[in-house]
Structures are given as C-alpha cells and as structure tokens.
C-alpha cells in the first residue's frame, strides 16, 4: 500500500512565523503535490514536483515555497504566515506515466493566530 | 477551461436507500477520471480510477461508471459508515500529472 506520511496533524503558529511542513511517500513516486483545501473552494493546487529539485507553480503559489531534496520528501514552505493561510493542507504522490493517481495524506491543520 | 462539476452538494439517504452522485466534466481531452472519498479532518482516499467510456469498477457498495460527459457513483444500500465527502477529478490530456477536483457531494447516510 502507498503511504504518505505529513509530519503534523495540527498546527498552530503565529503571524510572521516561517512555517514548514513536511511530506514524506514510501512508494518511490516521481510527481509529489501540495494542495490546500478550504471550504467552499474546494482542492486547490499550490505547487507541485515532478523530479528531485524540481517544482512548478500550481494555481496558488503565492505566499509559499516548495522544497524537494530527496525523491520521497517534499516540503511546503510558509516564508512568512499569515491568517489567511490558515487552512488543511495535503499532500499528495503520483507514480509517473502509468497513471495520474494521487495518494493522498493524512493532511495538516494549520491555524495561524 | 477544464472543469469538474458534482452533484448534488449534500445528498441524505436512509440506511439502505440507493442512489446515485453525478460528475460531470469538461476537459479537451480525458487521461482518467478519479473518484475520491474523505472523512472530515482526513486526507481523501483513493476509490477508483476510470479511463475510458464504458468503464466500470466496483468496490463493496460502490460501483462508478464512466461516459463521455459524466461518471456516476452508485452507492447500493448504504450504511452510516458510507458517510463522507465523495470527490471527483479528472487528469486532462494536457497536464498529465495535474488533476482538476469537483467540489464534492457530501452524503450523510442515517441509520
């Protein structure tokens, strides 16, 4: 089974902080993606990974920076947060070429005060 | 513009009452059609992947079907635990690794 794994279920940071969260996949997928999810607006794509060292822009990329050193770790990066970017964020893992599945993670709650 | 559309919003059935969750897609070119499921505070998890018109999977009491406007999700006498949120996406022909979510149907299935 494809396990993806975020380092923290719940979060609480304040205003100005840099914040990181950390996601890790045991299934050797090459694509990584890093989604926010907020009522209302549903799924939406912040950025995503295709290959060590590589990231491209989603639909929301503004206010976060990705990292992805090593193939299975990605991590999310919130230079400096703001309440607005309280929300769950996910992490998800595709295998690439075969299909476009994505597993997805347990998911973080973030809330910043 | 890729678009994904579910419905309804929120669907409640007694335990035990069939129905169905409508997805609805626009896209210039279809790789795959997914069906998600997520409980609330929890990541979704996996159900189906569909490719083709045609297709068809099932798992326990779900059962999803793919045309070449819509996928369907028939849920055959559910119980409580079949509550949750359902979510559809699509892989269009463009963006192989990108997937473009609906919003959801969340089903509340009353004992």
């Known amino acids: 089974d494809v396990k993806v794994t975020q380092s923290s279920r719940y979060l609480v940071k304040r205003t100005g902080e840099k914040v990181f969260l950390e996601c890790v996949q045991d299934?050797?997928?090459?694509?990584m993606f890093w989604y926010r999810q907020d009522p209302g607006l549903g799924l939406r794509l912040i950025y995503f990974?295709?290959?060590?060292?590589?990231?491209e822009k989603g639909d929301i990329p503004e206010g976060y920076s990705v990292s992805r050193e090593k193939k299975e770790r990605f991590s999310l990066i919130l230079e400096s947060a703001s309440t607005n970017q309280t929300s769950m964020y996910l992490c998800?893992?595709?295998?690439?070429?075969?299909?476009?599945?994505?597993?997805f993670g347990p998911g973080t709650r973030l809330t910043v005060l | 513009e890729d678009q994904v559309t579910q419905s309804p919003e929120a669907l409640r059935l007694q335990e035990g009452e069939s129905s169905s969750l409508n997805c609805s897609y626009t896209?210039?070119?279809?790789?795959?059609l997914f069906w998600y499921r997520q409980d609330p505070g929890k990541g979704p998890e996996f159900l189906f992947t569909?490719?083709?018109a045609g297709e068809e999977k099932e798992k326990e009491r779900l059962k999803a079907t793919l045309t070449k406007k819509e996928s369907f999700l028939h849920i055959t006498a559910p119980k409580p635990e079949d509550s949750a949120t359902y979510l559809c996406?699509?892989?269009?022909?463009?963006?192989?690794?990108?997937?473009?979510f609906g919003s959801g149907t969340q089903l509340t299935v009353l004992p």
């Open positions: 998800a893992s595709s295998l690439a070429g075969v299909t476009d599945t994505q597993y």
């Open positions: 299934m050797d997928h090459e694509n």
């Open positions: 990974s295709y290959d060590v060292k590589m990231k």
């Open positions: 896209v210039s070119g279809l790789r795959g």
């Open positions: 569909l490719y083709s």
């Open positions: 996406a699509v892989s269009p022909s463009g963006s192989a690794r990108q997937l473009t």
